[in-house]
């Protein structure tokens, strides 16, 4: 159980061009998603939280208005980089909260989404 | 605030010997939680191993098991019997129920040495 997907898994577009990666709970209903990027042998970096039917809750320096994100429903959140620059290239990861899951603070994550932005 | 450490950016092991990971996570919050992930090159994050801070017994799954010790904030990962695929980065978490989010540690590379 607990399984989360995200798609694409890897993704190149040129600069200017706006990109959305989708996250999925595929066994569980997640009402809180959390979206991550990590650098090449960094830690995870939290950008933002995503509460199904409300607004995100962004970490401090992440802009709002350039990662959008939409948790329409209780198995799907979405993170799109809107005129996305070479600086964007990254690797972004999902995780999601199981409620009915033991720890509730335990948090599955996606296998990851590679951004090149050419 | 809370805080998670590994002070250890690299370890290495032989095959088939037991290494420990350090960590320690500072909060002033008396119910937290704590977490080991595992990062292997795929980059897929999997959970090894979680623990409830107010129970007394170390949490353990198979050939892994913490020592936490909340005095000294340390909450360390023991792995048996190493085997070649347990090399990957290996963070240390920490959460309170307020809002669910989790604090990271740098994380620690594991080699395991055939």
């Known amino acids: 159980g607990a399984v989360v997907s995200q798609h694409p898994s890897r993704v190149i577009c040129k600069s200017g061009t706006s990109v959305k990666i989708e996250c999925r709970s595929l066994?569980?209903?997640?009402?809180?998603m959390f979206w991550y990027r990590q650098f090449p042998k960094q830690s995870l970096m939290l950008m933002a939280t995503s509460n199904e039917g409300s607004k995100a809750t962004y970490e401090q320096g992440v802009e709002k208005d350039k990662f959008l994100i939409n948790h329409a429903s209780l198995t799907l959140s979405t993170l799109t980089v809107t005129s996305a620059h070479p600086e964007d290239s990254s690797f972004y990861i999902c995780?999601?909260?199981?409620?009915?899951?033991?720890?509730?603070?335990?948090?599955?994550f996606g296998p990851g989404t590679r951004l090149l932005v050419l | 605030a809370q805080t998670v450490t590994q002070s250890q950016p690299e370890m290495s092991v032989q095959e088939a010997e037991t290494v420990t990971l350090s960590c320690t996570y500072d909060?002033?919050?008396?119910?937290?939680?704590l977490f080991w992930y595992k990062q292997p090159p795929s980059r897929q994050m999997i959970l090894v191993i979680r623990?409830?801070?107010?129970k007394q017994q170390n949490a353990t799954e198979n050939r892994f098991s913490v020592n936490f010790q909340k005095a000294a904030k340390s909450f360390s990962l023991k792995i048996s019997d190493s085997q070649l695929g347990d090399a990957a980065m290996y963070f240390c978490?920490?959460?309170?129920?307020?809002?669910?989010?989790?604090?990271w540690g740098a994380g620690t590379k594991l080699i395991i040495k055939p």
């Open positions: 909060t002033s919050e008396s119910d937290y939680y």
């Open positions: 995780s999601a909260r199981d409620p009915g899951g033991g720890i509730q603070e335990t948090q599955y």
């Open positions: 623990q409830e801070a107010y």
């Open positions: 066994d569980f209903q997640a009402t809180t």
């Open positions: 978490a920490g959460g309170v129920d307020s809002n669910y989010q989790l604090i």
